[in-house]
T-cell receptor
Framework: DQQVKQNSPSLSVQEGRISILNCDYT??????FLWYKKYPAEGPTFLIS?????DKNEDGRFTVFLNKSAKHLSLHIVPSQPGDSAVYFC???????????????FGKGTKLSVKP | NAGVTQTPKFRILKIGQSMTLQCAQD?????MYWYRQDPGMGLKLIYY???????DKGEVPNGYNVSRSTTEDFPLRLELAAPSQTSVYFC???????????FGPGTRLTVL
């Protein structure tokens, strides 16, 4: 009954290449999606987000793509750097009846390793 | 700005003991949250608060209590610790709703 799924527990990429992290969701009412990055022994930090009215959002080396019909989003990191090695969490939320955004539902995370 | 701070960093409890996990933020955020993260799992919401004096249950509230007497502080209370509460606890805050939350470094709790 996971509403947000990150099916790849880990991903290994060579420095300078592209990293693609995937996330699938089941709740069609989700309309806001976020990616968080987490280093060991630290709390997650916000990376990038996208609203369901868009299909792409870019911030420097990070781009998030949203495919609503497939209920799929992906995070692209280009070029990947060793400092990007971390666990990446996908999260989603839906608008409440009151018009405010609801609580975040997190995936289990994907551990990215970028090799020098 | 210290951001979101949590104490303690680590704690071992015996079954049936109680403790309070402290959380404070200095960003004047209205929204504050408590999550737990079990090994290999995503974060699950325990309780949240949209302002001083207002708290509400999240996805996994059983065994926990919270209070929010000030904007800055949001302590989480465990009354009768159980092994199932062994987890890493994260406190977070946000200024304008649920999105773009700022997280503390976490408290690793073990109940034996």
């Amino acid at each position: 009954d996971q509403q947000v799924k990150q099916n790849s527990p880990s991903l290994s990429v060579q420095e300078g290449r592209i990293s693609i992290l995937n996330c699938d969701y089941t709740n069609s009412m989700f309309d806001y999606f976020l990616w968080y990055k987490k280093y060991p022994a630290e709390g997650p930090t916000f990376l990038i987000s996208i609203s369901s009215i868009k299909d792409k959002n870019e911030d420097g080396r990070f781009t998030v793509f949203l495919n609503k019909s497939a209920k799929h989003l992906s995070l692209h990191i280009v070029p990947s750097q060793p400092g990007d090695s971390a666990v990446y969490f996908c999260a989603a939320s839906e608008m409440n009846y009151g018009g405010s955004q609801g609580n975040l539902i997190f995936g289990k995370g994907t551990k990215l390793s970028v090799k020098p | 700005n210290a951001g979101v701070t949590q104490t303690p960093k680590f704690r071992i409890l015996k079954i049936g003991q109680s403790m309070t996990l402290q959380c404070a933020q200095d960003m004047n955020h209205n929204y504050m949250y408590w999550y737990r993260q079990d090994p290999g799992m995503g974060l699950k919401l325990i309780y949240y608060s949209v302002g001083a004096g207002i708290t509400d249950k999240g996805e996994v509230p059983n065994g926990y209590n919270v209070s929010r007497s000030t904007t800055e502080d949001f302590p989480l209370r465990l009354e009768l610790a159980a092994p199932s509460q062994t987890s890493v606890y994260f406190c977070a805050s946000s200024g304008t709703g649920w999105n773009e939350q700022f997280f503390g470094p976490g408290t690793r709790l073990t109940v034996l």
